[in-house]
């Protein structure tokens, strides 16, 4: 399974574009990276998912680079709602390892 | 999209009690589900993999007598917590995957919180 590390927390200011990099640099060929976040209490939610180069939904967006040892969630203009913890999983679908996340605190 | 529900949303029990918690995926078919723990300010631990008509597939270190896990059709999973303890008190919840392939993600429930007096 590839292990990932992110950043522990990250501060931003409302309105702003935040970017929560995370490293996988054992990454197999066949595993996608997807991102969820998860609020206190609740399980997580999915975010958005990609094998390579970017990929944009209405939440966010996912730069991943041609080696694909690490990715970058982008999430514009953040709101006080986007404070959450934000994980990266990478890995074999039938087992998924969390890693520590991301608290993303939203400042006013 | 693909909802999976678990139930109670919270729950405190006595002291060597049992608690049973459901997961169910709402509008699809799973034949895999997961089950984690997660303490305060810690991230999720995989507990077992739920197989609906086998048994469970237990990480390390988690026993199975006492986290008793049913997978029975393929839109539930309960996991039992027998004989709890105080210890046990901690943010339980399920997954599940909507899709064979390898990139269908996972799809969680809300949890259940759960207190052992």
């Known amino acids: 399974l590839a292990k990932t590390t992110q950043p522990i927390s990250m501060d931003s200011y409302e309105g702003q574009e935040v970017n929560i990099t995370c490293s996988h640099n054992?990454?197999?060929?066949?595993?996608?990276i997807t991102w969820y976040q998860q609020f206190p209490s609740q399980g997580p939610r999915f975010i958005i998912q990609g094998y390579k180069t970017k990929v944009t939904n209405e939440v966010a967006s996912l730069f991943i680079p041609a080696d694909r040892k690490s990715s970058t969630l982008s999430l514009p203009r953040v709101s006080l709602s986007d404070t959450a913890v934000y994980y990266c999983l990478v890995g074999e679908y039938q087992k998924v390892t969390f890693g520590t996340g991301t608290k993303l605190q939203v400042i006013p | 999209g693909a909802v999976v529900s678990q139930h109670p949303s919270w729950v405190i029990c006595k002291s060597g009690t049992s608690v049973k918690i459901e997961c169910r995926s709402l509008d699809f078919q799973a034949t895999t589900m997961f089950w984690y723990r997660q303490f305060p300010k810690q991230s999720l631990m995989l507990m077992a993999t739920s197989n609906e008509g086998s048994k469970a597939t237990y990480e390390q270190g988690v026993e199975k007598d006492k986290f008793l896990i049913n997978h029975a059709s393929l839109t539930l999973s309960t996991l039992t917590v027998t004989s709890a303890h105080p210890e046990d008190s901690s943010f339980y919840i399920c997954?599940?995957?909507?899709?064979?392939?390898?990139?269908?993600?996972?799809?969680f429930g809300n949890g259940t919180r759960l207190t052992v007096t």
């Open positions: 054992n990454i197999a060929t066949n595993d996608y």
């Open positions: 997954s599940a995957k909507q899709g064979a392939d390898r990139e269908s993600p996972l799809h």
